[in-house]
Each structure stands twice: as C-alpha cells, then as structure tokens.
C-alpha cells in the first residue's frame, strides 16, 4: 500500500470525506482517479469530469504511485 503522506497532490483531513485521501484543495477522493482510469476514462477525462483537480495533480498522483511501486519490486 502506497503511502500518500509525502505526495503534495494529496491530502487528508479526519472531517473531510471520512479522512479518506483527496486531491489537495478539494473534496474529490483519490480512489476516484483509479476506478475512472479502469472504466477507460483517460487523464484528460478525469480532469474535465472533476473540475478543480488539474492535469498536473493527476500526473504527480500517477508519478508517486509509480515510484512506490518500483520500490516496493527492489526490495
């Protein structure tokens, strides 16, 4: 499991979305970029549906995760 709290596209607070992980400065929750990319959903898709995420929040989400995953098949 990714851990987030060094990702700066993201954040969590207890009292927002049940402190689940958001894209930073919005209520959007992070699981939500995931099931829309598996539904076929492209990067530019999911910044159109959900506006106050950016193109650059979403690529930094991916980037991070992806990293993580690197490190966690090094070991």
Do not use: H
Request: charged fraction near 25%; aromatic fraction near 12%; charge should be negative.
């Amino acid at each position: 499991m990714t851990n987030w709290d060094t990702c700066p596209a993201v954040e969590r607070k207890p009292g927002k979305v049940s402190g689940a992980w958001v894209f930073a400065g919005t209520r959007i929750p992070l699981y939500a970029l995931y099931e829309n990319l598996a539904g076929g959903a492209t990067v530019d898709d999911f910044v159109e549906w959900f506006p106050g995420v950016d193109e650059k929040q979403v690529r930094t989400v991916l980037e991070y995760e992806a990293q993580a995953l690197r490190t966690a098949l090094a070991r």
